[in-house]
């Protein structure tokens, strides 16, 4: 059966208020293609067009800005030698590419939450989700192992973790992408009675600061930094289980890109 | 000599351009107090403040807030234990606290960058200091060999690279603090022929996803990150340097912190 990018937008979309602004969108693309095969993956990045041709997919489902920004700036780079290899390669692959990101945040529970919850088989333990953090009572572990099971899981080779590395946590708070900022997470450690706050990325000067002073005092609170990617790549592996239900006769990939990162 | 906070914070912030709005001010304190020893730290952690308890210091002089926010937002903290248990100890020492972040990055160069520049040993390499960068041309050596040397001469446990480890690098942009974003720091690289651009902290998908594209796209540009707190601290102690020349009959200590993340 033939599906359009039109059709699989508003498979994404639907039930969803239309948020006020939005970065999300089709760009290169329209609504009438015909969809051959998916991709998604966290960013569209060089790599991940590359495979999107190798497979003879034409239809990218990105969570992050393909240019390197969350609002679209790509005219402060037009003369930019990277971006022009990779509009180049977009252009010459007559790939479409869409933007998922506002919508899927605004699934209930977060789609990208969900794809993380469900990447740690830690969905049995959730509490409740609150808009931008989920609260869970996980079988009790020291920070240390939890470092190491989500290393395990998420086939990630660190983690950055503050704190006191042998405090139980058994409350954890979960928080994905840049949603690890001091105002969002630093009450909920005592309202929420949390031991670890788990989160993508977020300001170095707030959290952490917040959990240096902690472990000068004494307490047990602690803080692990996924990294963005890292923490919102599972939530785009989960859309593409789920695109492939709902569309079963296209073919749909989940690409993982290498960490950006290395340790030195 | 007595000399006054007033006096300090005059000296520090003699000849530079009121900025319109400024995180910079005095709290505790009042400008008449009698300086007896000073201490500079990148923050007022609940540690720094037990240093200069202990020392004698009754002045502290830090670069970030003093509860984990760049503007201070305290008062949404106002029923939190970490808070309330530091804010006492700061009411009990007797303390005075200025924080010192607009003005210092305004001097001519940066202060923090001086700082930092100054204990890489690299001032003789700086090509020119921008507002928000400084371009060096320094000896050739790769990624990880300038992660090594960081490491190294910083006293820190690790830095994240990105790019090829291996790659030459001899033009660096440095960026202190949170200066490492994408439409400040992806048009450098070409601009300025650089190979590294070593930062602070900045969004992970905006320069991290650009060194991503580029790397596969078998281009040469690296990204180090330092961390936000290992970037600035450096221009604390050389400040301590400089109050302890002005002041010599007051005594000036810089406070390092531990590094608030652990590898896992």
Not at 15 to 32: A, C, M, N, Y
Not at 105 to 118: A, C, Q, S, V
Request: net charge negative; proline share 6%; aromatic share 8%.
């Amino acid at each position: 059966m033939v599906h359009t990018f039109g059709e699989v937008i508003e498979y994404l979309t639907a039930g969803i208020q239309k948020p006020d602004q939005t970065v999300d969108k089709l760009q290169p693309g329209i609504p009438e293609s015909e969809v051959r095969r998916i991709v998604t993956a966290f960013s569209a990045s060089q790599y991940v067009i590359e495979q999107a041709v190798l497979l003879g997919a034409n239809l990218i489902i990105t969570h992050e800005g393909v240019f390197f920004s969350h609002q679209d700036n790509r005219e402060l780079l037009a003369d930019d030698s990277v971006y022009r290899q990779k509009a180049a390669l977009i252009a010459s692959a007559g790939i479409g590419i869409y933007r998922f990101h506002d919508y899927v945040h605004r699934y209930t529970p977060d789609g990208i939450m969900e794809g993380l919850l469900r990447e740690l088989e830690w969905e049995p333990y959730v509490e409740r989700h609150l808009p931008h953090v989920t609260i869970l009572a996980i079988p009790a572990m020291t920070v240390s192992e939890i470092g190491g099971y989500l290393k395990q899981r998420l086939h990630i080779p660190y983690v950055r973790a503050a704190g006191h590395l042998s405090a139980p946590c058994r409350r954890v708070g979960v928080m994905v992408g840049y949603r690890g900022n001091g105002a969002a997470a630093i009450p909920l450690y005592e309202r929420e009675s949390l031991d670890l706050i788990i989160a993508g990325e977020g300001p170095e000067w707030e959290i952490p600061e917040y959990i240096r002073d902690a472990l000068r005092q004494g307490r047990g609170q602690a803080l692990i930094m996924l990294g963005h990617a890292e923490s919102e790549a599972p939530g785009m592996k989960l859309l593409a289980e789920r695109l492939g239900q709902q569309f079963p006769d296209v073919p749909v990939d989940f690409i993982q890109d290498q960490p950006v990162f290395q340790i030195v």
